[in-house]
């Protein structure tokens, strides 16, 4: 009981305390976040495909050549993707040549049949494909682990 009271007592003092301040960017320059930013993704494309449902989603990207558009046409589109321990950190350059955003590689991925049905290149984004004029498929299906660091930093 007494621990429920400290913590009630720290939430409302915390409450008290107003509005956020603004910071100068001297004082932002001293403000740390330890560990940076974490990130989990549990994403569903149209996951109705799944189950059976029937569906003609498609993500088209038309390309205009010669006064020709011609579409890439990704048909359905879907799947599960869990995500898990994405890691964003701002960090500083040992040489002192400025900061580079660290981005941790996720420890977990899992994808449920993840992918396209079919691909195709044509000049009607809306017709259907042929199972002929298709250039295939992917789908995804299972778990990995990634382990490392994508560094990414801006030159002068």
Known sequence: MKRLAALLLAFSTA????????????????VSGQDGIGIAVHLELNSSVLDGVPSDSRLTLGFKVDGVTTYAVLHNLAGVVDLFALSLDVRSRADG???????????FIAFREFGFRALAAQTDPH???????SYGQLLLNGTGAMTGHVYLWGHQ
């Open 15 to 30: 409450a008290a305390a107003g509005a956020p301040v603004a910071l100068s960017d001297d004082e932002l320059a001293g």
């Open 97 to 107: 040549g400025g900061d580079y955003v660290d981005i941790g590689l996720p420890g």
């Open 127 to 133: 017709a259907p494909i042929a199972p002929s004029a």
